[in-house]
């Protein structure tokens, strides 16, 4: 049973470009989050989606930020025209949420690079 | 505003020291908190506490909720330099559809 996939790994983006970052949650889980994670930070959440639906995007910021995760494929978390402000690890955590049990699994994150 | 606080922020041990690890929170609705161990990459969940006073174990590794004074402790005894990590600390509540809030993290360096 594979875990979460993260890919890339790693994506350098210049100033001005677009960034996709993909998420594939573990077989089974139908909720996906991401997290930002800066250098000497915790996690901050960004965004909760179930198949085809934003549950809370209170985290994610209002311009150039969008998430997806479509009936069929991975999640998506999309950057436009990204800035050096943007470089962070993002992660992507999985779960089932069943009832009051909301364990997340992660992947092993992508790290955003911008030029 | 909800919040999640870990201390210390970082600790340097040496091998065979225990250590705990702390977390408090200030939040309406609690459902749960959970520990993650983050080394390189990506986390990976030690504990879920629910209930206060309840300990969860796991090897070397202890934790336990206290819900009136809002916090829990991660106990490590005999330290090993494979604990080296960052212990994320998180709560997840009830009426935030899903969102966990995570603290900054304790970066806990154990030296041979």
């Known amino acids: 049973n594979a875990g979460v996939m993260q890919n890339p790994r790693h994506l350098v983006r210049r100033r001005g470009q677009e960034a996709r970052l993909r998420c594939s949650p573990m077989?089974?889980?139908?909720?996906v989050y991401w997290y930002r994670q800066l250098p000497e930070e915790g996690l901050k959440f960004m965004v909760y989606?179930?198949?085809?639906?934003?549950?809370?995007e209170s985290g994610m910021p209002k311009e150039r930020f969008s998430a997806e995760f479509p009936k069929e494929g991975p999640s998506i978390l999309r950057i436009q025209q990204v800035v050096r402000g943007d470089s962070a690890a993002y992660f992507c955590?999985?779960?089932?949420?069943?009832?009051?049990?909301?364990?997340?699994?992660f992947g092993a994150g992508t790290r955003l690079s911008v030029l | 505003e909800d919040k999640v606080v870990q201390s210390p922020l970082s600790l340097v041990v040496h091998e065979g020291d225990t250590v705990t690890l702390n977390c408090s929170y200030e939040?309406?609705?609690?459902?749960?908190l959970l520990w993650y161990k983050q080394e390189k990459k990506a986390p990976t969940f030690l504990f879920m506490l629910?209930?206060?006073?309840i300990e969860k174990k796991s090897g070397r590794l202890s934790s336990i909720l206290d819900k009136k004074e809002l916090s829990s402790i991660l106990n490590i005894t005999a330290t090993q330099t494979g604990d080296s990590a960052i212990y994320l600390c998180?709560?997840?509540?009830?009426?935030?559809?899903?969102?966990?809030?995570f603290g900054d993290g304790t970066t806990l360096t154990v030296k041979p």
């Open positions: 989606l179930q198949k085809e639906n934003i549950i809370d």
């Open positions: 629910t209930s206060s006073g």
């Open positions: 939040v309406t609705n609690f459902r749960s």
């Open positions: 998180a709560v997840d509540w009830s009426t935030n559809a899903g969102k966990s809030t």
């Open positions: 955590a999985s779960s089932r949420r069943v009832l009051r049990k909301n364990i997340q699994y």
């Open positions: 077989k089974g889980h139908s909720h």
